[in-house]
């Protein structure tokens, strides 16, 4: 099964957090605060949303950071996967 993401939304998937500190602490799970950077997984097609014409300025497989609450939990597949809009895209990670 693929999402396919409509209009200025874009799916992501959130990567793994930091298990250890820079110290060399190891974190337990329910201490690890959630990161904010993910992978673009599938991008929408653009087009006019709220009567503005949106280009899309993310693409397939870039690493981005996106807002803390922003977007909408779903599961797919045993795959958990984020969908935001891409004003909630905050940068492109290069």
Do not use: C, F, W
């Not at 709220?50 to 280009?55: R, V």
């Amino acid at each position: 099964m693929k999402l396919v993401p409509l209009l200025d939304r874009v799916v992501i998937k959130q990567l793994e957090a930091e298990e250890k500190t820079k110290s060399g602490i190891i974190l337990a799970s329910s201490a690890q605060e959630k990161p904010q950077e993910a992978e673009v997984v599938a991008v929408g097609p653009g087009g006019i949303v709220d009567g503005k014409e949106i280009t899309m300025q993310v693409k397939e497989g870039q690493k981005v950071i996106y807002s803390k609450y922003a977007g909408t939990e779903v599961k797919l597949d045993g795959q958990e996967y984020i969908i935001v809009r891409q004003n909630d895209i905050l940068a492109i990670v290069e």
